[in-house]
């Protein structure tokens, strides 16, 4: 119904558009009207796009819950990719991996160090007295080309080039050495960086078993991934393994990422519950599972066989899950929380994860040419139109930032945001809107029980969590891609770089309530040097163009950019509806996203320490999130986020029922086919 309404209804706002420049208007009089309505479009479309795959995915795909069973398990090469992390968060996620309720001799896990820490290194050594199967990587300084996917590409050859015992020999012998000459040994020419050629050479295109020996060894069968601040539970890949032994052409299994230290009410939507609950799910359903970045178990073979991990993006895990389901592989998702992660402990580090993440997406879109390349010869449509969607949605967020300029546009140049000829093109006109909207809001509200069902965690906003972050975050995602991909150096262009959010210095203790700097320095930090001020300046224009349409609707005769309103606009109420009124109110909306940023600096949350997060597993020494840290905490407070969306709802019944009156009572006979 949401699908079919929002057709209903711009159809007919087009109808009445182009009816309007062919009988009562001509020339340019309603180039600006052209405008507006592809603003709307834009800005609900980033919503809407969702549509059609909700449809084509009513048939979710259920998988119980299984584990594998017994010592007779495949081998597993876990790679924990660190880069300048807090050693206690990268030692817990290696403690954790290593406790994994799997047979010893059956994985190991490998520290794959782009910071090239001699801390890491020692403390790596020292873990392997408990933990033999646990070893340690690193890429030679100065040159760490390609970022994550060069680390994990490096692992992947380590991993393969160096059975169990040399492992254990090597590093044992580094003992005593300085830490310099002990990471020289181990990371040898072996652990240098390696393109997607070099992998490929390994293994035959479609194969699903590597033949290939290295030292009499053969290589792990699978290749997990960690991040440096995922805690993996205990049974991660045993949960994970049943799927991939009886579908060999499964390629990945990935469960969603969750965390453990959300601040209260989430202020700035870091917990991706919507991908998690939703869309993931959506994808999953569509045969276009992604992998998301940490926790997941690849085929060795496959990832070999397209070359490793892409090199060619940022975001490496999507753009790898695309390449794997364009070489005719498959993917998966995991209906259960396997791991949990840590949220980046800044707005600034917050912002720079997003943006990264952005220009990942857009580096994948243009590689494989919106899903028409033939890399992905395999893919099949709904994969594609999946892919495709997501695709677009990163396009939009930028054209969803140019309402930052279009929003005080419409509201100074007094110009109505729809056009109508008569009255009763006008009443459907809302009639149609209000409808639209309602179903919309029925829409959300059941996605987000479709969510509780896979979370445990009901939100009626969840399904909308994602398009409130993309409208504040408008201007940096701007910023990210002029700077990326417009701009030359000289002009201030940059080529798109990689820094883990867990390596982002917080210098202001945002969320410490004992440490965090005061209210002036957070101010001058995150309003003027991370540019928040640009939301802070924005409202109040915004709201000036508000009470400047207000004061119009009093005083006719104020100039205006719709000169023909003058003569024709009708009554007050009317005025007001087509300029201010009109739902869902698109300036209420970025005016309510404009006070994220503001709110953080002057509330900001407080998180407690992370030693009181997690407890420790007496057996193993291992430490995982405590029961109630995984819980994203609310309180009160969290309510303000739902004034806006209660008061429009309330505002569009009212809007809906009055439209049966609207012409009877309040326009003069002599106006009742008056234009916009």
């Given at each position: 119904?949401a699908?079919?309404s929002?057709l ?12 309007a420049q062919i009988?009562t208007?001509?020339?340019g009089q309603?180039?600006l009207a052209w405008?507006?309505?592809?603003a709307e479009?834009?800005t ?12 084509m995915?009513w048939?979710?795909?259920r998988?119980?819950?299984r ?5 007779d ?9 660190c880069?300048?992390e ?11 991996a290593?406790?994994?309720d799997?047979?010893q001799?059956r994985?190991r896990?490998f520290a794959c ?8 290194f020692?403390?790596?050594?020292a873990?392997?007295?408990t933990y033999?199967n646990?070893?340690?990587?690193s ?8 970022f994550k996917?060069g680390?994990?590409?490096n692992g992947?050859?380590?991993s393969?080039?160096?059975p ?9 012998a ?6 310099e000459a002990a990471r020289?040994?181990?990371?040898s020419?072996?652990?240098t ?10 293994v ?5 078993k590597?033949?290939?020996r290295?030292?009499g060894d053969l290589p ?15 049974h991660?890949l045993r949960?994970?393994?049943p799927?991939?032994?009886?579908d060999?052409?499964?390629a990945?299994t990935c469960?969603?990422q969750?965390?453990y230290?959300?601040p ?7 917990n ?6 939703l869309?993931?799910v ?5 045969g276009h599972?992604d ?5 997941y ?9 397209i070359?490793?991990?892409p ?13 794997l389901?364009g070489?005719?592989?498959?993917t998966?998702?995991?209906p259960?929380?396997l ?8 707005y600034y580090?917050h ?9 990942g ?6 590689l494989f040419?919106?899903r028409?390349?033939n890399k992905l010869?395999e893919?099949?449509?709904r994969?594609?139109l999946?892919g ?7 396009f939009?967020?930028l ?6 300029v279009?929003i ?5 140049a007094?110009?109505?945001?729809v056009i109508?000829?008569t009255?009763?093109q006008?009443?459907w006109?809302i009639?149609l809107?209000?409808i639209?909207?309602a179903?919309?809001?029925i ?16 939100d009626i ?11 504040w975050l ?6 990210a ?13 940059q080529?798109?770089g990689?820094?883990?959010?867990g390596?982002m ?5 945002e969320?410490?309530?004992d440490?965090?700097?005061?209210l ?6 995150i309003l003027?040097?991370q540019?928040?001020?640009?939301h802070?300046?924005?409202?109040p224009?915004?709201?000036g ?8 609707s009093?005083y006719?005769?104020?100039?205006s ?5 003058q ?8 005025y007001l509806?087509?300029r201010?009124?009109?739902p869902?109110?698109?300036?209420l909306?970025y ?6 940023p ?15 997060l997690l407890?420790e597993?007496p057996k193993?020494?291992?430490r995982?999130?405590?029961p109630?840290?995984?819980q994203?905490?609310?309180d009160?407070?969290g ?19 009055i ?8 326009i003069?006979?002599n ?6």
């Amino acid at each position: 119904m949401a699908l079919l309404s929002m057709l209903a209804y711009w159809g007919f706002r087009l109808y009445a558009l182009i009816y309007a420049q062919i009988h009562t208007f001509s020339g340019g009089q309603l180039a600006l009207a052209w405008v507006f309505l592809a603003a709307e479009v834009i800005t609900f479309l980033t919503n809407s796009l969702p549509y059609g795959l909700r449809v084509m995915a009513w048939r979710q795909v259920r998988r119980p819950r299984r584990r594998l069973q017994g010592n007779d398990v495949p081998t597993v090469d876990v790679l924990v990719t660190c880069c300048g992390e807090d050693i206690d968060v990268i030692l817990d996620t290696v403690r954790a991996a290593c406790a994994s309720d799997y047979p010893q001799d059956r994985f190991r896990v490998f520290a794959c160090d782009d910071g090239r820490s001699e801390e890491v290194f020692r403390s790596i050594a020292a873990l392997q007295a408990t933990y033999p199967n646990v070893f340690y990587t690193s890429r030679p300084k100065p040159e760490v080309p390609d970022f994550k996917s060069g680390n994990l590409n490096n692992g992947i050859r380590y991993s393969r080039a160096l059975p169990w015992t040399q492992a254990h020999t090597l590093l044992s012998a580094t003992h005593g050495a300085s830490a310099e000459a002990a990471r020289d040994k181990v990371s040898s020419s072996e652990s240098t960086s390696m393109s997607g050629e070099g992998l490929q050479e390994k293994v035959s295109v479609g194969s699903t078993k590597s033949t290939a020996r290295t030292l009499g060894d053969l290589p792990s069968e699978f290749v997990a991934g960690l991040d440096a601040d995922m805690i993996c539970l205990p049974h991660w890949l045993r949960a994970q393994m049943p799927y991939l032994i009886e579908d060999v052409k499964l390629a990945m299994t990935c469960p969603p990422q969750t965390f453990y230290d959300t601040p209260t009410n989430d202020p700035l939507t870091q917990n991706m519950l919507q991908i998690a609950g939703l869309t993931e799910v959506v994808n999953d359903s569509l045969g276009h599972a992604d992998c998301m970045g940490s926790g997941y178990v690849m085929r060795r073979s496959a990832l070999e066989a397209i070359g490793g991990f892409p090199v060619e993006s940022l975001a490496e895990d999507v753009c790898c899950s695309d390449k794997l389901i364009g070489a005719g592989w498959k993917t998966c998702l995991i209906p259960e929380f396997l791991q949990y992660g840590s949220v980046p402990g800044s707005y600034y580090a917050h912002v720079k994860q997003r943006t990264r993440w952005f220009v990942g997406h857009v580096q994948t879109a243009f590689l494989f040419r919106f899903r028409t390349s033939n890399k992905l010869a395999e893919m099949g449509f709904r994969q594609k139109l999946t892919g495709l969607v997501f695709d677009l949605r990163q396009f939009m967020q930028l054209l969803q930032a140019a309402n930052f300029v279009l929003i005080p546009l419409s509201l100074y140049a007094g110009y109505p945001l729809v056009i109508w000829s008569t009255e009763a093109q006008l009443v459907w006109l809302i009639r149609l809107v209000c409808i639209w909207s309602a179903c919309h809001w029925i829409h959300q509200a059941i996605m987000g029980l479709v969510a509780a069902t896979r979370l445990g965690y009901y939100d009626i906003r969840i399904a909308s969590y994602d398009s409130e972050l993309e409208q504040w975050l408008g201007p940096y995602i701007c910023s990210a891609f002029v700077r990326s991909f417009m701009l030359p150096k000289r002009l201030g262009g940059q080529v798109a770089g990689f820094k883990s959010s867990g390596a982002m210095g917080d210098a202001l203790a945002e969320r410490d309530k004992d440490n965090r700097a005061s209210l002036w320095r957070r101010s001058c930090d995150i309003l003027w040097y991370q540019r928040g001020l640009v939301h802070t300046v924005w409202i109040p224009v915004c709201l000036g163009g508000v009470a400047l349409t207000c004061v119009r609707s009093v005083y006719p005769n104020i100039p205006s950019a719709y000169t023909l309103s003058q003569k024709t606009y009708g009554n007050q109420l009317i005025y007001l509806i087509v300029r201010i009124g009109w739902p869902p109110t698109a300036w209420l909306q970025y005016v309510h996203a404009s006070l994220v940023p503001i709110l953080y600096v002057l509330f900001p949350p407080s998180v407690k320490p992370r030693d009181e997060l997690l407890v420790e597993d007496p057996k193993t020494g291992a430490r995982y999130p405590k029961p109630e840290a995984v819980q994203p905490p609310r309180d009160a407070w969290g309510l303000w986020r739902y004034i806006r969306p209660t008061l429009v709802i309330l505002y569009t019944v009212f809007l809906f029922a009055i439209s049966f009156f609207l012409f009877d009572s309040t326009i003069p006979s002599n106006q009742k086919t008056a234009p916009g």
